[in-house]
């Protein structure tokens, strides 16, 4: 791995956090380079699977990507790139949302297919001391 591929990604992880303290969604400047590109689908799909595999079935029964967005401070159009490039894109009415027909086993089976490691956070976002301003 080369250095500049960790500061890139030490950079996304750390925009992402602290757009998630600031309770706002973010999302790449556009234009974006593929080499740039693959790193942010990459990054999305690890908070996403470390979202999902934190959660309850009962929980994750209940998400929608407006849920997702929140919690992970990655804009929705975002995640829905991520979630179909994962196979996990698959919606249902329940009441007035649409909620993701995802399962435990469904994550699983991506993450064997994939052999995607996203068990340990990429950097400690704990050391970072910072607070948004109002």
């Known amino acids: ?17 602290l757009s998630k303290r600031e309770r706002k969604v973010g ?9 740039a590109r693959h790193a942010y689908m990459s990054y999305w ?3 996403l699977l470390r979202t999902f595999c934190h ?8 998400f929608n990507v407006e849920d ?5 401070a990655i804009q929705v159009n975002d995640i ?9 894109s698959k919606l ?7 909620t993701l027909v995802i399962t435990k086993d469904m994550i699983m089976e991506y ?8 068990e340990r956070p990429e950097l400690n976002v704990s050391l970072l001391v910072w607070e948004p301003r109002d």
């Open 1 to 17: 791995e080369r250095i500049w591929e960790v500061v890139d990604r030490a950079e996304l992880v750390y925009g992402y956090e």
């Open 27 to 35: 999302s790449p400047e556009e234009p974006i380079s593929q080499m």
């Open 45 to 47: 799909r690890k908070a």
């Open 55 to 62: 959660a309850s079935d009962e929980q994750i029964s209940t």
């Open 68 to 72: 997702l967005s929140q919690m992970t």
């Open 80 to 88: 829905n790139t991520a979630l179909r490039y994962m196979g996990l």
């Open 92 to 98: 249902c009415k329940k009441g007035t949302r649409n």
């Open 111 to 118: 993450v064997t297919k994939s052999g995607e490691k996203w």
